[in-house]
Protein backbone atom coordinates (compact mmCIF):
# COMPACT_ATOMS: atom_id res chain seq x y z
CA UNK A 1 0.00 0.00 0.00
CA UNK A 2 2.69 2.51 0.69
CA UNK A 3 4.62 4.29 -2.27
CA UNK A 4 7.42 2.99 -2.92
CA UNK A 5 8.10 5.05 -5.80
CA UNK A 6 9.51 8.78 -6.07
CA UNK A 7 8.12 10.35 -3.03
CA UNK A 8 8.21 14.32 -2.42
CA UNK A 9 11.32 15.75 -0.53
CA UNK A 10 8.25 17.04 2.33
CA UNK A 11 6.91 13.46 2.58
CA UNK A 12 7.13 11.35 5.89
CA UNK A 13 6.97 7.96 6.88
CA UNK A 14 6.56 7.07 10.52
CA UNK A 15 6.94 3.49 11.08
CA UNK A 16 5.93 1.65 14.37
CA UNK A 17 8.16 -2.09 14.07
CA UNK A 18 6.89 -5.31 15.42
CA UNK A 19 7.98 -5.79 18.66
CA UNK A 20 6.91 -1.79 19.62
CA UNK A 21 4.18 -0.95 21.83
CA UNK A 22 2.71 3.00 21.63
CA UNK A 23 0.23 3.97 24.28
CA UNK A 24 -1.57 7.48 24.06
CA UNK A 25 -2.81 9.14 20.55
CA UNK A 26 -0.52 9.00 17.63
CA UNK A 27 -1.13 11.77 15.24
CA UNK A 28 1.30 11.82 11.88
CA UNK A 29 1.05 13.23 8.66
CA UNK A 30 2.42 11.87 5.89
CA UNK A 31 2.53 7.75 6.33
CA UNK A 32 2.19 5.56 8.61
CA UNK A 33 2.77 1.91 8.66
CA UNK A 34 2.03 0.18 12.32
CA UNK A 35 3.39 -3.68 12.50
CA UNK A 36 3.72 -2.62 16.30
CA UNK A 37 1.05 -2.48 18.80
CA UNK A 38 -1.20 0.90 19.03
CA UNK A 39 -3.14 1.49 22.70
CA UNK A 40 -4.92 4.61 21.85
CA UNK A 41 -6.38 6.42 18.57
CA UNK A 42 -4.15 6.83 15.18
CA UNK A 43 -4.96 10.58 13.48
CA UNK A 44 -3.46 10.20 10.27
CA UNK A 45 -3.08 12.93 7.95
CA UNK A 46 -1.98 10.85 4.78
CA UNK A 47 -1.83 6.69 4.01
CA UNK A 48 -1.94 4.49 7.05
CA UNK A 49 -1.11 0.70 7.07
CA UNK A 50 -1.34 -1.82 9.69
CA UNK A 51 0.87 -5.05 8.64
CA UNK A 52 -0.18 -8.59 9.38
CA UNK A 53 1.15 -8.19 12.93
CA UNK A 54 0.10 -4.74 13.54
CA UNK A 55 -2.67 -3.94 16.55
CA UNK A 56 -4.58 -1.05 17.05
CA UNK A 57 -7.23 -0.58 20.01
CA UNK A 58 -8.71 2.36 21.03
CA UNK A 59 -11.47 5.19 20.77
CA UNK A 60 -10.82 6.18 16.90
CA UNK A 61 -8.73 5.69 13.67
CA UNK A 62 -8.90 8.23 10.79
CA UNK A 63 -6.82 9.03 7.46
CA UNK A 64 -6.97 9.10 4.33
CA UNK A 65 -6.63 5.95 3.09
CA UNK A 66 -6.29 2.64 4.79
CA UNK A 67 -5.16 -1.16 4.32
CA UNK A 68 -5.37 -3.28 7.36
CA UNK A 69 -3.86 -6.43 7.09
CA UNK A 70 -3.58 -6.71 11.13
CA UNK A 71 -6.37 -6.23 13.86
CA UNK A 72 -8.30 -2.85 14.52
CA UNK A 73 -10.37 -2.14 17.52
CA UNK A 74 -11.85 1.29 16.95
CA UNK A 75 -14.39 3.54 15.20
CA UNK A 76 -12.66 4.50 11.71
CA UNK A 77 -13.39 7.13 9.53
CA UNK A 78 -11.20 7.18 6.20
CA UNK A 79 -11.66 10.13 3.50
CA UNK A 80 -10.64 7.94 0.59
CA UNK A 81 -10.59 4.28 0.80
CA UNK A 82 -10.87 1.62 3.23
CA UNK A 83 -8.91 -1.84 2.13
CA UNK A 84 -9.92 -5.18 4.48
CA UNK A 85 -7.80 -7.90 3.74
CA UNK A 86 -8.26 -11.53 4.16
CA UNK A 87 -5.63 -11.47 7.48
CA UNK A 88 -7.47 -8.34 8.68
CA UNK A 89 -9.56 -8.21 11.63
CA UNK A 90 -11.92 -5.20 11.72
CA UNK A 91 -14.14 -4.44 15.12
CA UNK A 92 -15.70 -1.33 15.01
CA UNK A 93 -17.92 1.20 12.88
CA UNK A 94 -16.76 2.70 9.80
CA UNK A 95 -17.23 5.35 7.85
CA UNK A 96 -15.28 5.70 4.37
CA UNK A 97 -16.15 6.95 0.90
CA UNK A 98 -15.19 3.08 -0.30
CA UNK A 99 -15.12 0.20 1.64
CA UNK A 100 -12.76 -3.24 0.62
CA UNK A 101 -13.80 -6.39 2.24
CA UNK A 102 -11.11 -9.63 0.78
CA UNK A 103 -12.51 -12.96 1.29
CA UNK A 104 -11.57 -14.00 4.82
CA UNK A 105 -11.44 -11.10 6.16
CA UNK A 106 -13.20 -10.21 9.52
CA UNK A 107 -15.64 -7.41 10.04
CA UNK A 108 -18.00 -6.69 13.02
CA UNK A 109 -19.86 -3.64 13.43
CA UNK A 110 -21.38 -0.83 10.94
CA UNK A 111 -20.50 0.40 7.71
CA UNK A 112 -21.58 3.75 5.92
CA UNK A 113 -20.22 4.14 2.62
CA UNK A 114 -20.28 6.50 -0.27
CA UNK A 115 -20.12 10.72 0.06
CA UNK A 116 -22.04 12.02 2.21
CA UNK A 117 -25.23 13.91 0.37
CA UNK A 118 -27.84 16.62 1.60
CA UNK A 119 -31.03 15.23 2.03
CA UNK A 120 -33.25 14.38 -0.49
CA UNK A 121 -35.81 17.02 -1.38
CA UNK A 122 -39.57 16.52 0.12
CA UNK A 123 -41.81 16.26 -2.86
CA UNK A 124 -44.41 19.90 -3.59
CA UNK A 125 -47.48 19.48 -2.07
CA UNK A 126 -49.95 20.68 -4.79
CA UNK A 127 -51.93 23.75 -4.42
CA UNK A 128 -55.29 23.21 -2.84
CA UNK A 129 -58.36 24.43 -5.20
Same mark, same amino acid.
Given at each position: ?19 ? +? ?15 ? !???? !??? +?? =? ?7 ? !? =? ?35 ? !? ?19 ? =? ?14
Amino acid at each position: MLSRGKTSPNASLTYLAEGS +EFEGTLKAKGQVRIDGV !VRGS !VLV +EG =ELEIGPSGI !V =EGEQVRAKNAHVQGKVRAAVSVEGKLTLTKSGQLEGD !VRARALDIEAGAVFIGRSQTG =EVKAALPQPSKPASE
